[in-house]
């Protein structure tokens, strides 16, 4: 199983400032016939079912806010939000779907500072 | 616009089965895989398995191998998953999610809204 280790745990950030969270998988996600990265990213707010914000590991899903990006690859990624706001509070989650069975990281939870 | 619609919470003994439904509507539902996904109290999330609703071939993580049963009801766009022999660490709320894109795309979007299943003599 590929395992997903998230960094930090949790992170808090003051309006307006960035946030960065990490994401490192076990072994590589990038699938070279394609040179895609089957890496996404979700949005969890309390109470409610996961968001997704990024799929290919930097796409961003239709109306979600560019202050979202994604970047990396292989094994390494990267979650920005730039210019945080108070709607932004929340469990992030990255996701590989690589290979069954898909697995999760272990979730960041951003909070305003 | 897609959705997917889950059935009600549920109060199960340990032993017992459960069964959650999962409706879906607002695109062709032969086309795109259903997956599960539980999430215990206060934890990440943990995918069970996937269903194509073309044919009904499933795809189970080992973990849950030999208790879960996924199947599909075409007529009716309905998704289940029965999940057997439950015990106390099952006590998640449990999500359906549609596959978000063509084949390889196995990213979920969107997500059903959830259903708690708790787990207690």
């Known amino acids: 199983d590929i395992v997903m280790t998230q960094s930090p745990d949790s992170l808090a950030v003051s309006l307006g400032e960035r946030a960065t969270i990490n994401c490192k998988s076990s072994?590589?996600?990038?699938?070279?016939?394609?040179?895609?990265?089957?890496l996404a990213w979700y949005q969890q707010k309390s109470g409610q079912p996961p968001k997704l914000l990024i799929y290919?590991?930097?796409t961003r899903e239709s109306g979600v806010s560019d202050r979202f990006s994604g970047s990396g690859s292989g094994t390494d990624f990267t979650l920005t939000i730039s210019a945080l706001q108070a709607e932004d509070v929340a469990v992030y989650y990255c996701h590989q779907y690589y290979s069954t069975p898909y697995t999760f990281g272990q979730g960041t939870k951003l909070e305003i500072k | 616009q897609v959705q997917l619609v889950q059935s009600g919470a549920e109060a199960k003994k340990p032993g017992t089965s459960v069964k959650v439904s999962c409706k879906t509507s607002g695109y062709t539902f032969t086309t795109y895989y259903i997956h599960w996904v539980r999430q215990a109290p206060g934890q990440g999330l943990e995918w069970m398995g996937v269903i194509d609703p073309s044919g009904g071939s499933t795809n189970y993580a080992q973990k849950f191998q030999g208790r879960v049963t996924m199947t599909r009801d075409t007529s009716t766009s309905t998704v289940y998953m029965e999940l057997s022999s439950l015990r106390s660490e099952d006590t998640a709320v449990y999500y359906c999610?549609?596959?978000?894109?063509?084949?390889?795309?196995?990213?979920?979007?969107?997500w059903g809204q959830g259903t708690l299943v708790t787990v207690s003599s």
């Open positions: 290919w590991a930097s």
């Open positions: 072994q590589s996600v990038l699938y070279r016939s394609n040179n895609k990265n089957y």
């Open positions: 999610a549609k596959r978000g894109g063509s084949s390889g795309s196995n990213w979920f979007d969107p």
